[in-house]
């Protein structure tokens, strides 16, 4: 035994360099606290003589060879050969363990084990990854599209302060459709009243071209007050019917603000509806990553 700082190593040399060879390297290589000291197999071509040189690790096709190394400390012999088992316990060193085959083969079973949890493991990680980024994603665009709607909803309040006070607008400019009512009222009586003064001022003055000089300056006053009248009468309709206009184009707006709002809505819902999907997968993943643990 060698100390690498504090951390004791163990020089390790595998014979046999087939498929549970090559795993045992795979797994055991990079390990600090081991060390591969030597790959053996008759064969320079199997692949864990490959994998070995490419590791830039002796490797050798004779017994004795890699038994005569003085820093051995432990030997796995992955052939399964009672004469390769044999061999090892003739030429090893005093204080060189061995694991025979049967232990390799547990060792073997151990590692491809381990070799496939840390696959599933791996698989999982990437699918948590990508997961991950789409609930991340999601969330995003459900923040964007809250923030729309919450937009939206401003708009919606000030059209609707809006509307209200048009609404208000309209309904002064109808009350003064009261004063058109009257100005009407008044045209008549004025009428009638224009015609018995006239018949009074005839009468008194006993003159007819008298009577009829009356009859026509209160026409004159009466055709006046009607001018104005009209005039009034005309600018309340027009106020009215600006109103109505105004009113309108607002509901119009309304309407298509509301319109968006609810498609904002449906797709903030159907997002969610992602975001419990995605949920009930990661809940099977966290699952499945349990079982493997």
């Not at 038994?67 to 044999?86: F, H, M, R, Y």
């Not at 009113?247 to 819902?269: F, M």
Request: net charge negative.
């Amino acid at each position: 035994m060698t100390f690498w700082g504090e951390i004791q190593v163990s020089n390790i040399a595998i014979i046999g360099a087939g498929k549970g060879g090559t795993s045992i390297l795979k797994t055991l290589h990079g390990i600090p606290s081991i060390k591969i000291v030597g790959m053996c197999d008759i064969d320079d071509n199997a692949p864990g003589m490959v994998l070995a040189r490419k590791l830039g690790i002796s490797t050798c096709n004779d017994v004795h060879k890699i038994l005569s190394n003085p820093t051995l400390d432990l030997v796995i012999e992955a052939t399964g050969s009672p004469k390769v088992q044999e061999l090892i316990n003739q030429y090893k060193g005093e204080n060189v363990s061995v694991i025979e085959s049967h232990g390799a083969n547990l060792m073997m079973t151990i590692v491809e084990a381990r070799e496939e949890m840390i696959a599933d493991l791996h698989r999982e990680a990437e699918k948590l990854a990508q997961m991950s980024n789409e609930l991340s994603l999601t969330m995003e665009k459900v923040g964007q599209l809250v923030d729309e709607v919450s937009k939206y909803a401003d708009v919606v309040n000030q059209q609707g302060e809006g509307l209200m006070k048009s609404v208000n607008d309209a309904v002064v400019h109808l009350r003064e459709t009261g004063e058109v009512l009257n100005i009407i009222n008044n045209t008549a009586r004025q009428t009638k009243l224009l015609g018995f003064n006239a018949a009074i001022e005839a009468a008194r003055s006993g003159e007819h071209g008298r009577g009829f000089a009356v009859v026509a300056d209160e026409v004159r006053k009466l055709a006046e007050n009607s001018t104005s009248s009209v005039e009034r009468i005309s600018q309340i309709l027009t106020n009215i019917q600006d109103s109505v206009q105004v009113i309108t184009t607002r509901v119009n707006e309304a309407a298509g603000v509301v319109r968006k709002q609810a498609e904002l809505t449906t797709s903030v819902t159907d997002h969610i509806h992602s975001l419990e999907a995605m949920s009930q997968e990661l809940n099977a993943l966290a699952q499945h990553l349990a079982q493997l643990a």
